[in-house]
């Protein structure tokens, strides 16, 4: 008889058509969203009223209403159904692409990215990749999703410089629109539909949980570490595109800067995470790589010397993209094992509160100096990152399953977490009665899955 929690399961036809469809709605997205970022602080200046500061908010307005509503779009889809709020959200983000599109002043374009945060569907996409996921398959799907914001991110960074050039901004947002009503069609007609929803503690956020998490130390550095991160990328894209333009690179040909970049940032990448991982050296990665923003920053800010700043700008982005990699999977092992969605929604709000700032303290900085300035806020920024992270604790090996026991009462469940808690490998155990289910935490290397199974 197969473990329920054996890793080596196959997807099922379904959980395949539930992982690459709703890929295709998060990442047509969040392609939108980042498309703008290589050419907006260029085009933005013939809107009326435009100022860097006015730039800067216009680029992270989005972040602040993401931030503010993704955890109550993820309860109002416990309410109403995954599909309706997920089609509710990407009709706001779509009106939010018009409405950025039509606009002729900055304003218009700040209260369209505003807009287009409002539809906050990230927490509801999750939730219905848990709906639609056997507990042994949910890690899979879910690594499904977050590779393909990473994806849609380097790619966007080579389709806005290109599509700017005959779509010019407008069109841009357009298209965005037009990307949100096709990941609607997908949605009703590719997307499986569930047999029941439930709130699943592993993948969605409790309210009720957050006072509790906000105590743990740890917890609350990967949370400042997310938000430093997209406020220093940000904050980036507010002077990389003049930097480009005064080195005499036309705005059309800037994808020829961000493709050798992103693809040289991936070749480092998957190494770092191999020695963070396998080699166990989490702690000692991730603080090189908050040194190497800083030093990047530095560069950036001190230097203008053409070879310096394509080396830079690859040392940013080696970096960047290694972090947000370690990140979750850092959250993953330190949050109590029933606690994990709602640690995941902490710190996703804190990933996008971490972009809107970055777009206004850059786009002030900007203003008020130059675009050498916004380097020094990326360096100091890291630097103070860096002195946060320095007493973190080495994080464990650990993974974390859900298992279902069919307890029904305390006295039971009980039971079966000192039976479980005795296993080797297990380190947490959280059993919820009226759920049924086990929340675990194991040294994979350790855990015996067929004694796991016996034991329920």
């Known amino acids: ?109 700040i209260a369209g990215r505003a807009l287009q945060g409002c539809g906050a569907i990230a927490s509801a996409v999750m939730a219905l990749a848990a709906d639609l996921s056997r507990e042994s398959q949910r890690t899979k799907l879910m690594a499904t999703l977050g590779i393909s914001i990473g994806g849609a991110f380097m790619l966007a960074m080579i389709l806005g410089p290109i599509l700017a050039n005959y779509l010019a901004l407008s ?18 007609r ?25 105590k743990n130390p740890e917890l609350l550095r990967l949370d400042i570490g997310i938000f430093c991160l997209h406020l220093m990328v940000t904050c980036g894209f507010v002077a990389f595109p003049f930097i480009l333009v005064d080195m005499g ?10 493709l050798p970049v992103m693809l040289g940032a991936l070749f480092v990448m998957v ?77 996703s709000s804190s990933q996008f509160l971490g972009a809107f700032c970055g777009g206004v ?20 920024v890291a630097i103070l990152w860096f002195v946060v992270a320095m007493t973190m604790k080495k994080p464990q090996p650990l993974k974390s399953y859900m298992v279902k026991i069919g307890v029904s009462n305390q006295e039971r469940a009980a039971a079966s977490a000192n039976r479980l808690s005795g296993l080797p490998g297990v380190k947490e155990v959280v059993v919820v009665a009226d759920e049924g289910v086990a929340y675990l935490k194991a040294d994979p290397r350790e855990l015996d899955e067929e004694a796991l199974y016996r034991s329920l």
């Open 1 to 109: 008889m197969k473990s329920k929690v054996s890793r080596h399961h196959p997807l099922s036809s379904v959980e395949k058509r539930a992982a690459w469809s709703l890929s295709m709605i998060y990442a047509s997205r969040m392609l939108g969203l980042f498309m703008i970022f290589p050419i907006f602080s260029l085009y933005a200046s013939d809107l009326e009223a435009s100022t860097p500061a006015l730039v800067g908010l216009a680029l992270g307005a989005y972040g602040l209403t993401q931030a503010l509503l993704q955890v109550p779009f993820g309860l109002l889809s416990d309410r109403w159904g995954r599909k309706p709020v997920i089609a509710f959200g990407l009709i706001i983000f779509l009106l939010g692409s018009v409405i950025a599109a039509e606009a002729e002043t900055i304003y218009g374009v």
């Open 171 to 188: 069109g841009i947002f357009y298209l965005t629109a037009l990307l949100a009503f096709v990941a609607v069609v997908v949605l009703f």
């Open 190 to 214: 590719i997307v499986p539909t569930p047999v029941r929803s439930t709130h699943h503690r592993d993948a969605q956020a409790s309210p009720a949980q957050f006072i509790h998490l906000l």
């Open 249 to 258: 690179i036309e705005t059309r040909w800037h994808w020829g800067v961000y």
């Open 271 to 347: 190494p770092m995470i191999i020695v963070a991982e396998a080699k166990k050296k989490m702690k000692q990665v991730f603080l090189v790589c908050i040194l190497g923003l800083a030093f990047a920053g530095w560069l950036l800010a001190a230097n203008q010397s053409t070879a310096i700043f394509y080396f830079a700008v690859l040392l940013f982005f080696s970096a960047f993209n290694t972090l947000e990699a370690l990140l979750p999977s850092l959250v993953s092992k330190i949050a109590p094992p029933d606690q994990k969605g709602s640690a995941m929604g902490l710190y």
């Open 361 to 380: 303290l850059g786009g002030w900085i900007h203003g008020a100096y130059d675009v050498f300035a916004t380097f020094w806020l990326i360096a100091g």
